[in-house]
Every structure is written in structure tokens, then in C-alpha cells.
């Protein structure tokens, strides 16, 4: 009887490794699709410029990405991350002349920390869920955006083109662009720090299920605190490297980066209902994106077909992403 | 009702039960937690399908296979959670998805009139267009009741209501019934109170670990009787002896404590090495003072001295950090990350330990599990098993396993074996056993009386979150637990 059951958990175990598999080379196979149609459609695809054009259009995104992937593990939102793009864009031009470049980095950042602790705050006051972490960072994101706009007056910035600040734009690391740099640098200390911290095993248990985690002595509103003052940091870092690529800072570039953010994260295979999911995973839905837009560029479609496309592969991913979560369900 | 029997995986419900009901009469029903009286009105109010057995009713044979299906033929189940919508009137809810008009209009005047008139069937006076919201739990049993009689029932069924009720409260519920009863409609009655069914029921049943042990007139019948049916059984040998392990010295006592609404001046004293009982019925608080204890709830008055020194659990995390644990009664939402491996659930409560300047290191995790699958053996091909994959009991083993994990002193064993069938059972107690053997105190809730009995070195009981009584254990009858924990 015992090694019955034992046996049909073993293949039970078996056969949910390999479907989980299978599930998450879903993105990688669109990818690869996407790149071998991408090659097909235009010689110029593959070419080394293109490929690194590509990238350093994605490394803003990637970088806001790879923060809401902390925050969407802990299973909870963020909104805010477009309201804080414009803002950080803005910011950092605007303190330039009170404190240099790299006064206003820091400055910019020690904003973004505080957006992040009143986010995490204010859930931890009215005990949020889900999907009062929507609705909260709905309304601070739109603050955020509105204080951008306030303070130019709706108007955009010139900043002043010292070395640094044209660095994170325009400038390169061993031939690399700077934003592709500044992305895998993050990428790969998030990716770490989720993986081999036991910072990073709280925000799975926390994610995964709140209550359990609570009783087992983890401080889940000191830790999905954390991951919204750590999104927040990135994406003001994201803002400096906008206003550096376009050597001005507009109030309103963060506008509709919170979908893409999302979208990346959910095309990648991050499970929104929490507990699961990493870094490379969304780096990939980044990517897809990213090559989505190239392609089209290369094709000379228009904008509205890119929505569409980007809106399908949205509803895909998440039907892909429920049907996985159901299998569990039906196991327990 | 003949021969009905229900099984769940692992678990016989129920066990060829029958059970006859009168028309007219008040049918009390009485057992145990666990003994399968709900289990047995599910299946009379077609919530769930019997395995074997038949149902007649007026003499006809029926089958329901949904609520819905009950419901036309007469028979409506009302829960002890009220399952009425707030914030809709009390008309509404009454006709919820069936309300009086045309296709596109509702005949308010129709509907408000016809709920007037279960109401007042019901004995009450309620505006049919109150919010529900505003009522009292009385009033909105009563409109339950009145929304029953409109599905035409002859035979209504009643889980626990005077559970949520006060004094006068449970007057009103017994004019109620009387009522009804006057109208020719059958009423079946569940409660743990004795002096409810004297006042109420004609005739009662006595369930018991999913079998009836027989239906009694009231009037007939000794409150003595009634507690030997209810908790029948010897102490079988499905209980190890236990050995008689020496205490120690105080290692934590609760002062006075009190927390609104659910606990009064609950004191109490646990030593090293010790099983401590705590036994009531539903309600009486017994997973209150575990969250109190646990820092998982707030306590309003009161203290708590461990090791000789007054503490401060804010939360759990301080009192995983002193020594103290709770494996809760909900292993699956609470106790476990189910859809984790089963050595990432191990180590979640103390992470530090396995870690080094904040990272995990790896290897170390991978033997601390392997140690304790071993050391409790867990049956599991590997320790990278999901937990949604294992058994009831292993489960259960798991969550003791990461509180030891932790290092815990003491742990709070809440409803430990429920729900877990026989052989698993025997493994726990053995774990448990092994427990105070090495030195660490066990405070055990069970609502299995046998269980509490054959374990515990003491055993307190409970009653409306007071503490009625202790009890030695060698000493201690089913009984005796019953008597203090019904007065």
C-alpha cells in the first residue's frame, strides 16, 4: 500500500516537473520564434547594430520589469512605477544645478526610496491585499505623474550634458551601451539575491501564502516594503537613463510604462498569484517584447497593430500562466 | 433515512446510518465535533450525494443531487453561518433569484407583501425592506427561516443556531420553532447545549463517530444518558500508554488572560515535559489563547511569563525567536506552503539557521530536512516532494517538523489529528510522545476527549473563554470533560 502511493507520487512529481517545464520554455520558444521570423523578414535583424538598438530600447523597461518581478512574487502590484519614471526623468534634471549630477542620483534615488516605503505603508496600514496594492499604487502613481507635471509646469527640461549624466544614455562600458550595462548589472544582482538570499526565499513564502509565511516568524510587511522601495529605486534609475538617451526630461515619459512593466513580467511567466516566478523569466518577456517592437518597426507597421499585438500576447501569456496555476489546484 | 454511509479519503463519515424522523415533532441531533452530524444533514439537504443508503420522505424515495433539488421537494438546511447577503433587504433576500414580476420589471409590492407573510409565519414583524445589514443575528435567522417557509418546506434543518445567540436572543429562536412547529413543519435541531434539547425537542438522535447510536424520546431520558452516547467509547488501545516522563520546572505560565469578546481571565501553568490539555467545545476559545500565546492575535488584558520572565509576543516572529510555536488547526492555509518542496517548507520558520550573511546555503538545508524526515518519519520519495503531495498526517508532520526546526520550546498542538485517520494518528501521538521526552512541553487542543484523556498530564477545561475546571489526566472521563464543559 505504502509503496503504492509512494510510486504514484513519484510519477505524480514526474509528470508536474516536466509540465512546469514545458510551461516555462513556453516565452523562450516565442522568442526564438520571434527572432528566426524577425531574421526572415529583414537582413538587417541580425545585424550586430540592430541587436544592440534592441537592447538599449528595452534596458528602461528591463529594469522596471526586474523590480515588479519582486513585487509580483510577493503577490502583490505596483501602478506607481509610471508616475515614478516621469517624476525620477524630471527630478534629476531639475536638482542637476543645486547639487550635480551625482547629488541629484542620490537624491533622486532617496525619493524613490521614500515612494516605495509609503507604498509598502500605507498596505501595511490598511492591511492590502492583492488588489487594494492596485488601487493604492493607482492612486500614488497618478500623484507622482501630476508632481512631474506640476513642478515643469508641462514642460520639458534641458538638462546639463555633463559626462555623467551622458553616460547612462549615451556613453558605453567595453563597447556595451551604458543602459544595456546598467541592466544586466541589476539584473544580475536581483537575480542573485531572489535566488540565493534568504532575503529572496521570504518574498516567495510571503508571496506564495501570506498567512502560513506570517506564522513562521517572516516579517512579510517589512519584506514586500522592501520590494516596493526596490522597484522604485530601479525604475528612478530607469528615469535617469531616459533623460539621458533623450537629453531632455519630459513629465510625461513614464506614461503607459506601468503596462509595459506588467505585461513583460506576465509574458514571462511570473505567476501573478505569487510565489513563483524569477528573474530570467521576465528578462525574457522584456526581450520579447522588445524584439516585437523591432520587428514591427522592420515590417513598418503601425502603432495601433503593435497594441493589438502586444494586448493578444498579454491574454495569452496569462491563460498559459492560469492553466499552470489550476493543475496545482486540481493536485491539492 | 436508511443505511446512509458517506466516505471522505481516508475517512468513514458515515456508517449505515438511520435516522428516523417524525413529522411535526422537533428532532434534536446530537454528537461529538466530528461525529458526522453535519456530514449526515449535507446529505439530507442534497449538498452532497450519499456513497450508499436511501432517503425517504413522506413515504417516497427521493434522491437530490444539489441544494436546489432538496429544496423544491421541501427540505431546506439552514447553516450556522447565515447565508444572507447584507447588504440587499430583507425582501430581497428572501426571493433572492426568484423575485415576483415580468421578465424586465420585479412586482415590488408583490414581493414586499409576500415576505410580510413568511415573516409573519416565522412569528416576527420585520419590515421586509430593512437592509439585512441592520439586523440583529436573531432577526436574520428568523428571516432565514421565513425565506425556508417560502420554498414551501415541510422539514427545515437547523445546524447549531443557538451557537451565534444570546439569552433572550434564543427565546425568540424557541417562539420561532414553536411556531413552526404549530404549522405542521418538521424541524431537525443541532446543538451541544443538553439544556436546549430538554427545552425544545421531542424525540433525539445521539450520533458517534459517524454511526447513530440510537434515537430517544427526551422526556425519557437522563442527562447521564445522553453524555454516554454522545461520548460512548472506552479509551481503546488505538492511544499509546504513554510513558511517565518527570516534569520539570514552570516554563510558562498565562495570567489573567483576556482578550474581548472571546477569553476571561484564562490562567494557566505549563511545566517541562508536559502535555497540557485544553478541551471545550466550539467557540469555548481554545484556538484563541494558542493565537495569544503565538502572537498571531492581540490580547487586551492579562500576561504571560515564560522562563521565569514576563514576555511580549507582538507577533509570531518573537515567539518563534523565544521558543515558542503553534502547528495550526488549518495546516493547509496556515501551516504549510503547500505548493513548496517539502524542505523549503521545513525551514521557513528559521532560515537564519540555515543561512550564512543572509544567504541560503544549500547543502545545509538539503541535511537539516533529510535529518528530519528521518527523525519523524515522513513518508516521502524525496525532500523536494511538493507538500500538497503528502498525506494528511505527513502533512501534519511537516509543520511539527519545521517548528522543531526552530528550535521551539513549547509547542501548541492545535487540533493535531484532525481530520487524520487512524494509522497517521498513532504516528503523531508518537511524535508527540517524543516530544516531552526530549524535554520540550507540548499544550494540546483536541476536540477528541479520548485523545485528550490518554495524552495529556493535565487537562484544562473550557467554557465560553472561561477556564471551568482542571482535571488530571490519569483521573479525567470523557464525561467529566463534558459536564464542565457544557455548564
Given at each position: 500500500m505504502e509503496t503504492v502511493t509512494e510510486k504514484r507520487n513519484e510519477t505524480q512529481l514526474k509528470r508536474m516537473k516536466s509540465k512546469v517545464d514545458l510551461a516555462d520554455l513556453g516565452p523562450v520558444l516565442a522568442l526564438l520564434i520571434l527572432i528566426i521570423i524577425g531574421s526572415i523578414l529583414s537582413p538587417v535583424f541580425l545585424t550586430k547594430g540592430n541587436l544592440l538598438n534592441i537592447l538599449t530600447q528595452i534596458s528602461v523597461l528591463g529594469l522596471g520589469a526586474i523590480g515588479m518581478t519582486y513585487v509580483v512574487i510577493g503577490r502583490f502590484f505596483d501602478l506607481s512605477v509610471a508616475g515614478m519614471l516621469s517624476l525620477s526623468a524630471v527630478l534629476i534634471v531639475g536638482f542637476q544645478p543645486f547639487l550635480g549630477t551625482i547629488g541629484a542620483i542620490f537624491a533622486v534615488i532617496l525619493v524613490a526610496l521614500v515612494v516605495g516605503l509609503i507604498n509598502g505603508s500605507i498596505l501595511r496600514f490598511i492591511k492590502g491585499d492583492f488588489g487594494a496594492s492596485i488601487m493604492i499604487t493607482f492612486g500614488t502613481g497618478t500623484i507622482l505623474a501630476s508632481l512631474a507635471l506640476l513642478y515643469t509646469g508641462g514642460f520639458t527640461l534641458n538638462p546639463e550634458r555633463d559626462t555623467v549624466f551622458t553616460w547612462f544614455g549615451n556613453g558605453s562600458f567595453l563597447g556595451i551601451p551604458a543602459p544595456i550595462v546598467t541592466l544586466i548589472f541589476f539584473s544580475i544582482i536581483l537575480h542573485v539575491v531572489l535566488k540565493y538570499t534568504t532575503f529572496g526565499r521570504a518574498i516567495y513564502l510571503t508571496g506564495a501564502n501570506h498567512e502560513a509565511a506570517r506564522l513562521s516568524g517572516i516579517p512579510i510587511h517589512r519584506i514586500r516594503t522592501i520590494t516596493f522601495m526596490i522597484v522604485a529605486v530601479l525604475v528612478s534609475i530607469g528615469g535617469l537613463i531616459r533623460s539621458s538617451q533623450t537629453l531632455n526630461a519630459s513629465p510625461?515619459?513614464?506614461?503607459?510604462f506601468e503596462l509595459d512593466v506588467i505585461a513583460a513580467v506576465a509574458i514571462g511567466g511570473t505567476?501573478?498569484?505569487?510565489?513563483a516566478g524569477n528573474i530570467s523569466r521576465t528578462l525574457v518577456g522584456v526581450l520579447i517584447i522588445g524584439v516585437l517592437n523591432n520587428v514591427f518597426v522592420l515590417m513598418g507597421l503601425s502603432n495601433y497593430d503593435q497594441m493589438m499585438a502586444k494586448g493578444l500576447i498579454i491574454v495569452a501569456a496569462l491563460l498559459l500562466d492560469r492553466r499552470k496555476e489550476l493543475k496545482l489546484v486540481r493536485k491539492g | 433515512m436508511k443505511r446512509i454511509s458517506k466516505s471522505f479519503p481516508g475517512v468513514k463519515?458515515?456508517?449505515e446510518i438511520e435516522l428516523e424522523v417524525r413529522k411535526g415533532e422537533v428532532h434534536g441531533l446530537l454528537g461529538a465535533n466530528g461525529a458526522g452530524k453535519s456530514t449526515l444533514m449535507k446529505v439530507l439537504s442534497g449538498v452532497i450525494q450519499p456513497d450508499e443508503g436511501e432517503i425517504y420522505f413522506k413515504d417516497e424515495k427521493v434522491e437530490f443531487s444539489s441544494p436546489l433539488d432538496a429544496q423544491q421537494k421541501g427540505i431546506v438546511i439552514i447553516h450556522q453561518e447565515l447565508s444572507l447577503v447584507p447588504m440587499l433587504s430583507v425582501a430581497e433576500n428572501i426571493f433572492l433569484g426568484r423575485l415576483y414580476g415580468s421578465k424586465y420589471n420585479v412586482d415590488w409590492k408583490e414581493v414586499h407583501e409576500k415576505a410580510k407573510y413568511y415573516l409573519k409565519q416565522v412569528g416576527t414583524e420585520i419590515?421586509?425592506?430593512?437592509?439585512?445589514?441592520?439586523?440583529?443575528v436573531a432577526q436574520m435567522q428568523q428571516v432565514e427561516i421565513a425565506k425556508a417557509l417560502s420554498f414551501n418546506a415541510d422539514l427545515i434543518i437547523m445546524d447549531e443556531p443557538s451557537a451565534v445567540l444570546s439569552g433572550s436572543e434564543l427565546k425568540q429562536l424557541f417562539e420561532t420553532i414553536e411556531t413552526l412547529v404549530e404549522q405542521g413543519v418538521t424541524v431537525i435541531y443541532i446543538s451541544h447545549r443538553l439544556e436546549e434539547i430538554d427545552r425544545i425537542c421531542n424525540r433525539i438522535t445521539i450520533m458517534r463517530d459517524g454511526e447513530a447510536v440510537g434515537t430517544r424520546v427526551v422526556k425519557e431520558t437522563s442527562r447521564e444518558e445522553i453524555i454516554k452516547g454522545i461520548v460512548g467509547r472506552d479509551i481503546e488501545e488505538e492511544y499509546p500508554t504513554m510513558e511517565t516522563i518527570e516534569l520539570g520546572e514552570e516554563i510558562l505560565a498565562v495570567k489573567n488572560l483576556t482578550q474581548k469578546g472571546k477569553l476571561r481571565d484564562v490562567s494557566f501553568q505549563l511545566k517541562k515535559g508536559e502535555i497540557l490539555g485544553i478541551a471545550g467545545l466550539v467557540g469555548a476559545g481554545r484556538t484563541e489563547i494558542a493565537r495569544c500565546i503565538f502572537g498571531a492575535d492581540k490580547f487586551d488584558e492579562g500576561e504571560l511569563v515564560y522562563k521565569g520572565k514576563k514576555i511580549k509576543v507582538s507577533n509570531p516572529r518573537k515567539a518563534i525567536e523565544l521558543g515558542i510555536a503553534l502547528v495550526p488547526e488549518d495546516r493547509k492555509e496556515?501551516?504549510?506552503?503547500?505548493?513548496?518542496?517539502l524542505n523549503r517548507n521545513f525551514t521557513m520558520a528559521a532560515l537564519k539557521k540555515i543561512s550564512k550573511l543572509g544567504f541560503v546555503r544549500w547543502f545545509k538545508e538539503n541535511e537539516a530536512s533529510k535529518e528530519l524526515v528521518q527523525k519523524l518519519s515522513i513518508k516521502t520519495p524525496s525532500i523536494h516532494q511538493l507538500a500538497v503531495n503528502l498525506s494528511g498526517g505527513n502533512q501534519q508532520k511537516v509543520v511539527v517538523a519545521k517548528y522543531l526546526f526552530s528550535d521551539a520550546d513549547i509547542l501548541i498542538l492545535d487540533e493535531p489529528t484532525r481530520g487524520v485517520d487512524v494509522g497517521a494518528r498513532r504516528e503523531i501521538y508518537t511524535v508527540i510522545q517524543d516530544l516531552v521526552k526530549n524535554g520540550k512541553s507540548v499544550l494540546l487542543i483536541s476536540s477528541d476527549w479520548a485523545e485528550l484523556i490518554a495524552l495529556s498530564d493535565r487537562i484544562v477545561v473550557l467554557h465560553e473563554g472561561k477556564v471551568k475546571g482542571e482535571l488530571s489526566g490519569s483521573e479525567a472521563s470523557p464525561e467529566m470533560i463534558l459536564q464542565k464543559a457544557l455548564v
Open positions: 510625461v515619459v513614464g506614461v503607459g505567476s501573478l498569484a505569487g510565489g | 463519515a458515515l456508517n419590515n421586509p425592506a430593512t437592509i439585512v445589514r441592520d439586523l440583529s496556515h501551516g504549510l506552503i503547500t505548493k513548496f518542496s
